[in-house]
């Protein structure tokens, strides 16, 4: 690619043929039946996917007291309920596990299933399901393992805050559990930012590599830092101008809900999931594509538009 092409990279530009997607897609012509299967596909892939001295020395002394004495009773309750808690503990945590595990390969299969109807313009539901099998399956294990990474790497803040939180109680030590309290809050707002990217890039970028490549997830995060390497502030705009698009779907979606609650049925309706979705469904289309054409602007090589990419899939 020539520096003049990658010159003309923006984040404004995709917004245009994104709109004009969602109007291609859903309304030239509309077709009621159209809006349902894709609509499925999009509600699969969005699926499990908000001062005074003397004074504060009596408060502590209080908070101190009262705090105690709800830890002793807690204690006292737990260790007399012992023979119910954790076999009751381990089932909502296998529950919880099995739940993530089912949706997150759900979902898997979905996002493909709706990137192959936004990009070929196609109500399909059987043909991604599938023919993008075995990169569903790579997708999943990604997704897997990065939430236990996350799930992990979550913990240590969580524990550092937690023990701030009992430190702040013995006034020796106060300022200290502060600082630890507000370091594991930025610890913590650091890697929220990390894996926010990280799920960012996967659907918006790497899927459509994916989708492109009849490759494995790895191997099309491998390609697709090559290309961020090379275009870090270009994708870090990317990722700011998408929290401004999020914002503004946010609150539009919000006004329309307030308005919605003027007629009872429309609000019942978005609030059932599925049908939620196909409600929204433009919403959801436009996401998808401005993502596409913005990647589309590195090169043809990652035009998922581009009616050859799907034949290289067969």
């Excluded at 929220?192 to 659907?203: D, E, H, P, S």
């Excluded at 009849?214 to 099309?220: L, R």
């Amino acid at each position: 690619m020539t520096a003049e092409q990658i010159t003309r990279i923006s984040v404004i530009d995709p917004l245009g043929p994104a709109f004009e997607r969602v109007k291609t897609i859903l309304f030239k012509p509309f077709d009621l039946g159209k809006w349902f299967v894709i609509g499925f596909c999009a509600w699969l892939a969005y699926l499990g996917t908000g001062g005074g001295g003397g004074g504060g020395n009596r408060a502590q002394w209080h908070l101190d007291k009262d705090f105690g004495q709800a830890a002793e009773e807690a204690k006292e309750f737990v260790l007399e309920n012992l023979f119910w808690i954790i076999p009751v503990g381990v089932m909502v945590l296998l529950v919880i596990v099995v739940l993530w595990i089912l949706f997150t390969w759900l979902s898997s299969r979905g996002r493909f299933m709706f990137l192959h109807c936004v990009a070929q313009n196609k109500a399909e539901v059987k043909v991604p399901w599938t023919k993008f099998r075995e990169h569903a399956g790579s997708l999943f294990l990604f997704r897997i393992v990065v939430g236990l990474v996350a799930f992990v790497t979550f913990g240590l803040p969580c524990l550092m805050a937690a023990f701030s939180l009992f430190a702040i109680l013995s006034e020796p030590t106060f300022v200290l559990a502060v600082l630890g309290l507000v370091a594991a809050g930025l610890v913590f707002i650091v890697l929220a930012i990390v894996f926010w990217l990280v799920k960012r890039f996967t659907t918006d970028f790497v899927l459509p590599i994916m989708f492109l490549r009849t490759t494995c997830c790895v191997t099309a995060w491998r390609e697709f830092l090559d290309l961020l390497s090379a275009n870090k502030a270009r994708f870090a705009l990317y990722a700011l101008f998408r929290i401004v698009i999020a914002i503004t779907i946010g609150v539009i979606i919000a006004f329309g809900f307030c308005i919605g609650c003027c007629l009872c049925c429309v609000s019942v309706l978005l609030l059932i999931p599925y049908i939620g979705t196909v409600i929204l469904l433009p919403v959801f289309i436009f996401e998808r594509s401005y993502s596409l054409y913005y990647i589309r602007q590195y090169g043809r090589q990652l035009d998922v538009f581009n009616l050859q990419a799907e034949t290289t899939l067969q």
